[in-house]
Each structure stands twice: as structure tokens, then as C-alpha cells.
């Protein structure tokens, strides 16, 4: 099921052509500092003081760990930031600290913090559950937040409650019943992982995207559907995976022809990451790339302009 190159081309010249939708834009955002420790309230201001000139969205991938929604949840409503609420489902003793903290925490905050719930995040690619027990899971959070109102007594029901998996797991006939559990359906997708040379690293990601779009509206039974890049960037050091070569450069190469067209196509996208994370450092190999995906780095100093050409209205 492949999209056609030259729609794809046409696509990504939608990086400097006129638009009048625009999809919006988020970072995926680590909990804890430099130094491998939970993250405080003081440090989450830092970080929304940090990327606030280029978005008010981030997302997260538990609740319960180093206290996330009970520090950042008061701290997003402060700086006016809603969040993508992770969940961890892959162990039942966790799984009941992430629902835990939820009954605890969400009547804290107002509803409009919370734009969607993800429960998962590859967890179909890890194999760490199959689709229908990850089916489950994803139906018990609905459950649970059906049950529970923010601080000035909004259910928070008609939160939309879904995943995020990797755009090659999506596409996998054994993902449906995930799928067509969820209210929302977000891909990952890599270029960089796949080896892919600069020139081909845009066109390689808006054919995993469109892969897996079509999957899930078919899965779904409709295009109306809530549905976003979950994660995607470029390392900016490290060792090259196949034709795939981290540096400052390229990752912002990458950006401006593939996040920014796959924006300019009106398709949200979550980058990974807000900032770099050193105590990920010692990996193997090609792993040495995992504390350089930040468009910012350590210190909270942006990498390379995050700048699209568009022009016309928003």
C-alpha cells in the first residue's frame, strides 16, 4: 500500500507554498533532568518558558512516574498548555499506579489541560502487549476518567482515549483491534531509523504516515478520525544508520522539508524531543543517538531555527 511518489512530492513542495490549514505543533517532553532525576515544578517552567515562543502542546508517556501529572499538570494550567496524557499499560502493578494517579490528580486540574490520552506508546513494536490486550487496557481508561470531574466539576468522559505506535505495527492487519478501540490513532515514524538519505528522508516519512493514515481510516470506517505524528525527528549527533547521518544540519533540513510539510498538509505532528537528554548517554553503536534528538539542547538552547516557510493564512 504505497502512496504514490509523485503525490508525495507534491506534498512536501507544500513546505514553502501558500497553505490556509496548518496542522499544529508539539514536543514530546522528558520527566526527568540532565542528571537522571525526577523532574520539579521548577524545572517544568523552565521548559515551557523554553519552547513556548513555538508551542503551548506537549506530550508525555506516564502519569504516575516521578510524579508527572500531579507536578506538570498544575504547572501546564499555569502557563496555559494543554498535553498528549501518556499512560503506561504494560504492567499491571504500573498500570494501577498510572490508573491511581489519574483518579487522584485529574480533579486538580481543569478538563482543558487534557486534549487526548494515549495509552501506550509502542507498545505494539516492543511486542510488550498484543493489540487486543492493549484493547483492554485502553477501554479501562475510559472507564475510569468516565468517572472522574476536573476541579470545576467538568466530566472529563469526552476526553478522547486512544495510541501511539509505530507507523510499520499500525499497518500490521494485527493492529486493528487496538485500532478500532481507540478514539485517536497517532504514528510514529523515523527516517533515520530507516537509514534514509537526506533526500529521500521526506519522502520516506509522508509514505509511513500515509500508510498508516489510510490503515486507520480504513480500520475505522471513516476519514473523520483524530490523528497526528506521534514522534519524529532527526538526531543532531551520533553514528549514522545507513545512508541516515545525525548532525545539526540535517536534522534541521529535516524539519523544513518533512515536519513542515507534513504540517502544511494539516496534519498535527509531535516532535521528538523538546530537549536533549545526556543521561541517556552510553548506548551501543547506533544507540550513542538517543540524547541528541532534542531541538534544544541540555541547557535549554535551541539547535537550529524552527521555521517554516509558509505564507498566506493560518
Known amino acids: 500500500m504505497l502512496v504514490d511518489k509523485k503525490l508525495i512530492a507534491a506534498v512536501v513542495a507544500l513546505a514553502s507554498a ?9 514536543f514530546d517532553l522528558g520527566v526527568v533532568d540532565n542528571d537522571d532525576n525526577c523532574k520539579d515544578a521548577d524545572d517544568y517552567i523552565a521548559d515551557l518558558d523554553a519552547i ?10 506516564a502519569v504516575s512516574d516521578c510524579n508527572t501529572l500531579q507536578i506538570l499538570g498544575p504547572v501546564l494550567e499555569d502557563k496555559g498548555f494543554t498535553i498528549t496524557l501518556g499512560v503506561w499499560p504494560t504492567d499491571d502493578n504500573h498500570f494501577d499506579e498510572e490508573i491511581s494517579a489519574l483518579q487522584s490528580y485529574l480533579p486538580t486540574i481543569s478538563k482543558s489541560v487534557i486534549s487526548e490520552i494515549t495509552v501506550g506508546s509502542e507498545v505494539l513494536y516492543r511486542g510488550d502487549l498484543t493489540a ?42 494485527s493492529a486493528v483491534d487496538a485500532i478500532t478501540a481507540s478514539d485517536f490513532v497517532f504514528a510514529n515514524a523515523f527516517s533515520y531509523w530507516q537509514g534514509q538519505t537526506l533526500a529521500n528522508a521526506s519522502f520516506s516519512f509522508f509514505d509511513d504516515i500515509m500508510q498508516a493514515l489510510q490503515v486507520i481510516q480504513t480500520a475505522k470506517g471513516s ?29 534541521q533540513t529535516f524539519f523544513e522539508q ?9 496534519v498535527d505532528v509531535i516532535y521528538f524531543e523538546a530537549f536533549d537528554e545526556p543521561w541517556k548517554a552510553g548506548g551501543s553503536g547506533t544507540a550513542d543517538v538517543e540524547p541528541y534528538y532534542g531541538a ?6 535551541l539547535k537550529f531555527p524552527l521555521t517554516c516557510n509558509y505564507t498566506g493564512s493560518s
Open 223 to 251: 476519514t473523520d478520525i483524530l490523528f497526528a505524528v506521534g514522534e519524529t525527528g532527526w538526531p543532531t549527533q551520533g553514528t549514522s544508520y545507513g545512508d541516515a547521518v545525525p548532525s545539526t544540519a540535517n536534522a
Open 132 to 173: 487486543d490486550q492493549l484493547a483492554s487496557k485502553i477501554t479501562q481508561v475510559k472507564s475510569t476518567i468516565s468517572s472522574i470531574t476536573d476541579k470545576n466539576g467538568d466530566s472529563y468522559s469526552d476526553i478522547p482515549v486512544g495510541t501511539v505506535d509505530s507507523w510499520n505495527c499500525l499497518v500490521d492487519s
Open 52 to 61: 513556548s515562543g513555538y508551542t503551548s502542546h506537549v506530550k508525555t508517556y
Open 18 to 26: 501558500t497553505v490556509s490549514a496548518k496542522g499544529s505543533f508539539g
Open 296 to 301: 534544544f539542547d541540555d541547557t535549554r538552547t
Open 258 to 266: 518533512g515536519v513542515c510539510a507534513m504540517l502544511g498538509w494539516g
